[in-house]
Every structure is written in structure tokens, then in C-alpha cells.
């Protein structure tokens, strides 16, 4: 094997946090590394624009600082993160109810109980439900098995839950949505000041970064990996990562892509706040997904000012592209209902549409990096079984670690 012309131990194919993160790993073990990205930024579906002076993520994302492999990747003071309030706010029938970690705020909690949404019924049905244990299933079957079935969980939990899995069927694993939950009880999610674009940012702080450089085909030969990008360069090293994304990856591997969850995000811009507060707000009304498109919604400047310039308000509103391919028209009377607000002055300033923005995790999908050709390629990333930032972090590890061990000890 020559290694003369080695360009890195390991080149990462993919630029987005699970790439990043084995790269910063493979760092941290004394590898060098190469990591490059087609497009002209990095941070894959993680990245934030500006736009007339707004911020706006890809999305509507939130970071949750509970996540175990953030810490192990970045220093998250560095993230200036704004975080929501341990709340949510509920568009009933009868108002606007705001439901609090009682542990906080003992005092909300006669209002929360008459606002019927806390049956005896369902309280003690949550607690059965974070003691199942056994065969995954999907969540709306836990749900059921456990006799969940009331208001806290058709007008809170569901509606909710559709916002943080992208999906309202009911269809996402057990075992994943439990996971979800507990990140929620053990951390406070929220933004960071300057935007989710900084997480990327951090992570790729000290790598070699190549942007711009599409690869194209990923040859092992003589002991080597030969990498090939679109503008006809040809880079050498032991191990390849690929992690660029579920599309891209199954490309360059062969490996079937994932069914994905699809999102459409609208943002307003408005100089009247709609509400006073930065707390996420969903429609926990009968029947609400009868023609309301909006998921989640919130006052994004409110939780994070960095985010729109003075005297401007930026509102975000999640809705699912599934859901009959929702338009700007019925997104703002959504909003005006679900605020309480007249919608009609506010001003668009960003429609997104992301086919991919979660991978889908079924009843007992679990999986972890895939390695073929002897070691010489290794792929990862969120859809390798935990789709989220921590799910990509950890995948990236996870990786790199494999990586590290194949160079060691070659298949």
C-alpha cells in the first residue's frame, strides 16, 4: 500500500452534523481527516439564513442542550442558547390554556385541572406508559395499550408530538418517541442566538473543510480508497465516511434510502407581537387537523431577539406537507386562530419546503453505521436509527470510532 499520496487517513463525505462529528472524533483519536461537502455551506439540514435582517433556520428546529453527544462534541456555552419555556400553549374550544411544569410553577396547577385537559385517566395512564418495556411498537399503539386515550393526549400529547416527529398517524417507534420525551423532561430545548447555523459552525472549528466538491464514485483499490469528485479530482485514503444524507448516501452506496418526513415552514414578520409570550403554541381543538395546517407555532424573536431586528417579530409556523399540501392562505387563518390575532398584516418572509427533514423510525428499526467492502467504506447519519441532531452526533461517533479501529486492524 503507498501511502505517498494520501490525502487523509479518513475522508468524511458530507458536511452536515454527523459528519462533522466523526470528523472532530477522528480528530480527537490523532487521524487525519478530510471532510467535503457538495454544496456551498456546511451543516447538511442544520443551517440558518438571513433574510432582510431575520434569522431563519431551515425549518423550525430547536436544539436541546440534554442532548449526551452535544457535550461530548462542542463546548455548549458557545451556543448562546435561548431556551423555551418549560410550557405549552393549547388552543381549546373554550381559549387559550397554558399548561407548566408544575414542579416550577406549582400555582398553575388548578388552573391546568379545570381546564379538562388533565383527566385522572390519562395521569395515571402516563404513568404506566413510561414503565412499558419489551417489543417496540409504534406510539399510537402504546398509547392504546396503556389505555391513553383522553384529552391530554388527543388535545396536547398528539398534537404536539406531531410538530417534534413530523408525522399525525401515530405511526413513529415507541421506543424513539420515549427517547424524545425523556430529552425533553431531562433538558430544556430552545435556539441558539445565532441561529441553528451555529451548531455546524462549532463543530467544524480546526477541520478541513473542502465545500463545493461533489464526489461522484468511492473506489477501494490496492489497499487505498479512491474518491473522485464531479470536477474530476482524485483524492486517496484508507477509510471513507459517508454521510451525506439519506439521498445522497444511498447513491454512492447503494443502500436504500429511508421514507421521509416531509415539512412545509412558513415565516411571518409582523410589528405587533400575537402573543406575550415564547412558548410553543399548538391546536389542541376537536378535530383541529381538519383543515389547519399548522402543527406548531411560536413567537421566535420573543424566545431568541437576535433573530429579527427591532421592533420586528418573527413567527414561525411548522405544518406537515403530507397534509394535503398546505398553502400560505390557510396557514394564516390557522394562525389567526390559534393566536387569536388578525394574520392579515403580517408580511411573509419565507416559504420552506424540506421533503427531507426526518427520517421516518419504525417499530424496531434500530441500526447503527453501516460497513462494507472490508472496512474501506463506512456510512452514517440521523437515518441509521435515531433521527435527530443527537441521533446524527452519536451515528458520527459511532463511525468514526469504527473507523479508527478498522485502520488499526484492517479487515
Not at 234 to 254: F, H, K, Q, W
Not at 383 to 404: C, K, P, Y
Request: aromatic share 4%; proline share 7%; with cysteine.
Amino acid at each position: 500500500m503507498d501511502t505517498t499520496d494520501l490525502t487523509a487517513d479518513v475522508i468524511v463525505v458530507g458536511a452536515g452534523v454527523a459528519g462533522l462529528a466523526a470528523a472532530r472524533r477522528l480528530r480527537d483519536l490523532e487521524h487525519t481527516v478530510t471532510v467535503l461537502e457538495a454544496s456551498d455551506r456546511i451543516g447538511g439540514r442544520i443551517t440558518t439564513d438571513e433574510v432582510d435582517g431575520f434569522l431563519v433556520d431551515r425549518g423550525f428546529q430547536v436544539l436541546n442542550p440534554a442532548y449526551r453527544h452535544l457535550g461530548r462534541s462542542i463546548d455548549v456555552s458557545r451556543l448562546g442558547m435561548r431556551p423555551f419555556p418549560r410550557a405549552v400553549r393549547v388552543r381549546t374550544d373554550h381559549g387559550l390554556v397554558e399548561l407548566v411544569d408544575p414542579t416550577r410553577r406549582p400555582q398553575a396547577l388548578p388552573a391546568m385541572l379545570r381546564s379538562g385537559l388533565l383527566g385522572k385517566q390519562d395521569l395515571a395512564a402516563v404513568r404506566l406508559l413510561m414503565q412499558l418495556r419489551g417489543v417496540d411498537s409504534t406510539r399510537g399503539e402504546a398509547f392504546d395499550r396503556v389505555g391513553f386515550t383522553g384529552p391530554l393526549r388527543r388535545r396536547v400529547v398528539d398534537p404536539f408530538l406531531s410538530g417534534v416527529v413530523c408525522e399525525r398517524d401515530g405511526s413513529t417507534s415507541w421506543h424513539h418517541t420515549a427517547w424524545l420525551i425523556g430529552r425533553f423532561v431531562a433538558g430544556t430545548p430552545g435556539l441558539p442566538s445565532g441561529g441553528m447555523r451555529t451548531l455546524p459552525r462549532l463543530l467544524a472549528e480546526g477541520l478541513d473543510v473542502r465545500t463545493g466538491q461533489h464526489v461522484t464514485t468511492i473506489e477501494p483499490t490496492d489497499g487505498l480508497v479512491r474518491v473522485t469528485t464531479r470536477g474530476g479530482e482524485v483524492l486517496s485514503c484508507r477509510i471513507v465516511i459517508v454521510a451525506a444524507g439519506p439521498e445522497a448516501t444511498c447513491s454512492l452506496t447503494n443502500h436504500p434510502a429511508p421514507p421521509m418526513r416531509g415539512t412545509r415552514t412558513f415565516w411571518f414578520s409582523t410589528s405587533e407581537s400575537p402573543s406575550d409570550s415564547p412558548a410553543i403554541h399548538i391546536d389542541g381543538r376537536e378535530r383541529a387537523d381538519v383543515g389547519h395546517p399548522v402543527v406548531t407555532s411560536c413567537v421566535i424573536s420573543h424566545l431568541a431577539p437576535e433573530y429579527a431586528p427591532d421592533g420586528q417579530h418573527l413567527v414561525a409556523a411548522l405544518t406537515l406537507t403530507a397534509d394535503n399540501d398546505p398553502t400560505e392562505e390557510n396557514t394564516r387563518h390557522h394562525l389567526s386562530e390559534l393566536f387569536g390575532v388578525d394574520t392579515g398584516p403580517w408580511r411573509m418572509i419565507a416559504t420552506q419546503d424540506i421533503p427531507g427533514t426526518l427520517p421516518a423510525v419504525l417499530p424496531g428499526e434500530a441500526a447503527g453505521p453501516r460497513v462494507e467492502r472490508n472496512g474501506a467504506v463506512i456510512s452514517c447519519g440521523d437515518h441509521f436509527g435515531n433521527a435527530s441532531t443527537d441521533g446524527a452526533m452519536a451515528s458520527g461517533h459511532q463511525a468514526a470510532r469504527l473507523a479508527a479501529q478498522v485502520i488499526r486492524n484492517p479487515m
